[in-house]
């Protein structure tokens, strides 16, 4: 089965909001098993929503409409799709009382009123969600599904994935390919450098398998697809393929599919267990907060601190006010006593600092923005590597913070540290 | 002039990568008065390229697309334009000749025939910016300019904004619609609640003005723009609507347009000649990280502590230990007491401390996921705001930050401190 996403809003075409509930959607219905041959975005007017509207219809198995749906005045969708489909809009009671049942204070008429749009819906709608807010619905169209979903995303998240799949996959005459697919994640090798590495791959020319490239900042995803009817033959590809993949991006291979770096690092830190803090100057706190995104962090992260004066990394790390004269605080003498600092004031078994230059000033000819020494101190050792990144303030923040991941990575997997 | 996006890519139709290209245009365009009537995310075949090429050109008087111009295996554009719009890829020998020039290392000649993809090009093909290493181009067709550009997000906004842009504005029968624009971006209140608040502009009917409005999650941004060909009249019209909008968002109201809270609070910091300081538990970094990513924070930011564990509350912050006994890590009494350590440590102006549960464990019946106590300690005074915030812990983590900062601001202007 091919689908399509629709997503309608003007705040998508003007630039102003980043359109994340389709990708969203894309990757959990890739992942099930269904191809999405194309996305579009559109405008909050009629003609379009209901140009695209027809278009997917037409061409596709399956439409799922995201946005639109709201009470305010630029929501049109409901009103579009009854005229362009054929299914005038009727005011569905149930729904408008479920929607009076959970406000949780009393609104005056007028609010009422503009509510009632949330329950002038197409004949023929069914409800997915009587329960939520945003409640969404299918309608069925020549045999086809078109799921409506609100645009916000979290509440398009539960919806899709509580209820629009399941329908999707008891759809009679459901074929969805059978696909098996994995997302290599790379850190420290360039996209380029990477096709090199697995070239002799894509040269089988197998149209089952297919690879991707992509980077995503400061990574690189390679994505591995293998479309083949027959199970334990799709199984046998994938393996064959996954290992050579394995073998040919080497260390800079750090995880997988849902894998991000610090979850990597945490989960390597846990077992173990090892108790890691962190002296930041350059990168301003973003390495606490990326360990600190990861659910039961505070079980190996003992915490940090976020020393961007000269005075806070004499006062918070014990950093003698002298080494900071004599080589100044982006050096690689301030990024050791940095490490060491923190790791001894909060005992925990790794230190990491990082000094170095954001920018976009404060660079000079022998220390240019980017320049920035990552310390490393572990009860036997303490390593000083030198990094010198490209790109603005933000890049060089999140290199510094993911380089500095994956220093620790590679320390705790005994394998070769080196610079970018 | 109306104008259309299409972005090319497996990665993207399948969810892996997020579009962020066809915002930034979408966003780029908008504001250079240009209406984008639709963008459009097809996967690497053929067949679709071409057919969403096709509309494109037929409905539009300009297209950009983005993606699928590199030199691997599944990069097939220039290919598909040749076919579709009748313009022969021919290879470009001075294009070839400027990339092997640029050629950091000697590569083999394997390399060297796969980079010869990239200098296969439409015939006809203007090169935008020879210097660049994805140079993209214009092609003309039926008088219509189509704009190719890199899918990389970096390589492409260099292009649109020095090349594309200017190149449009010069475009014979070019009629951008006369557009004023403006985004209004809160903090504390929903979007049903801003809605009722500016309901009464929207009653005046007039068509040359439209509101919108976009959760931004933890904001909601409300965009006002109006189209009026004579500027004076559209300079009057806005001015209006933009007094009216102000009054009725009041306070929440913390900026516009391109304005971040961390860029607002920044600027009151600087302004004020204020140190700020900050002690973090649940938000793990996140609030430095956010000041920081502020060029120039080091004006007024002196650093922070990330005091994951209770150690770290006493040890580098000084929170006396009975505290922590008594009403535990998570109270009014601790925030407390770490925003006036914080802010004693570092000898700052103002110190700011947060200790909550973020979640997904760690909550109880008392203290719930969510629960967060903000500290604000300043040479006159210290507040303890308890925020009870609904959320996954990412969500948590950011209503912390952006309240937290939110604040400081309202500290600096001198109105009321509210908690969620």
Redo the contacts between chains.
């Keep these: 089965m091919n689908g399509e996403i629709i997503a309608i809003?003007?705040?998508?075409?003007?630039?102003?909001?980043?359109?994340?509930t389709?990708?969203?959607?894309?990757?959990?219905?890739?992942s099930a098993g269904y191809?999405?041959?194309?996305?579009?975005?559109?405008?909050d007017t009629p003609e379009?929503i209901s140009e695209?509207l027809k278009r997917a219809v037409k061409r596709s198995d399956f439409v799922i409409v995201t946005g639109g749906l709201?009470?305010?005045?630029?929501d049109l969708t409901n009103e579009v799709v009854g005229e362009t489909l054929g299914y005038p809009v009727v005011f569905h009671s149930e729904v408008f009382d479920r929607i009076k049942a959970r406000l949780s204070e009393k609104v005056d008429e007028?609010?009422l009123n503009?509510l009632r749009k949330l329950a002038m819906l197409p004949t023929g709608a069914e409800i997915l969600n009587p329960e939520a807010r945003m409640a969404g619905y299918l309608l069925v169209h020549d045999d086809k599904p078109i799921f409506f979903l609100p645009g916000?995303?979290h509440e398009m998240k539960e919806l899709l994935t509580e209820k629009v799949i399941p329908r999707l996959a008891l759809w009679h005459g459901n074929s969805a390919v059978p696909v098996k697919q994995k997302?290599f994640k790379v850190f420290g090798l360039g996209?380029?450098e990477i096709?090199?590495l697995v070239?002799h791959l894509?040269e089988e020319e197998d149209s089952r398998v297919?690879?991707?490239?992509?980077?995503?900042?400061p990574e690189v995803?390679l994505?591995l697809t293998v479309l083949e009817e027959n199970e334990s033959e799709r199984a046998k590809i994938f393996g064959q393929m996954e290992k050579e993949i394995e073998t040919a991006l080497g260390d800079s291979l750090f995880g997988a599919d849902d894998d991000s770096m610090e979850n990597v690092v945490g989960e390597l830190l846990r077992k173990q267990k090892n108790l890691i803090a962190?002296a930041?100057s350059c990168?301003?706190?973003?390495?606490?907060?990326k360990?600190?995104?990861v659910?039961?962090?505070?079980h190996y992260?003992?915490?940090?601190?976020?020393?961007?004066?000269n005075?806070?990394k004499e006062?918070?790390l014990g950093v003698d006010p002298a080494l900071i004269v004599e080589h100044g605080a982006v050096s690689p003498e301030v990024a050791k006593a940095m490490a060491v600092g923190i790791k001894t004031?909060?005992?925990a078994d790794i230190g990491l600092a990082v000094t170095g230059i954001?920018?976009?000033?404060g660079g000079t000819a022998e220390k240019p923005v980017g320049t920035v020494y990552i310390g490393l101190a572990t009860p036997d050792t303490t390593e000083v590597i030198l990094c010198r990144f490209s790109g603005d303030?933000?890049q060089v923040?999140e290199l510094t913070a993911v380089k500095s991941l994956d220093l620790v990575r590679r320390l705790l997997l005994g394998i070769s540290v080196k610079a970018l």
């Design positions: 809003g003007d705040e998508l075409t003007s630039g102003r909001v980043l359109n994340t389709s990708r969203y959607a894309a990757g959990m219905l890739f191809e999405i041959t194309a996305m579009a975005t559109v405008r379009e695209a709201g009470a305010t005045s630029d007028q609010t503009r916000v995303p997302v996209e380029t096709n090199r070239s894509e297919r690879i991707g490239y992509y980077p995503v900042f995803h994505s962190t930041e990168s301003g706190g973003l390495i606490a907060h360990i600190t995104t659910p039961g962090s505070s992260f003992a915490g940090g601190v976020v020393a961007y004066s005075d806070l006062k918070l004031k909060t005992s954001a920018g976009p000033t303030r933000w923040q």
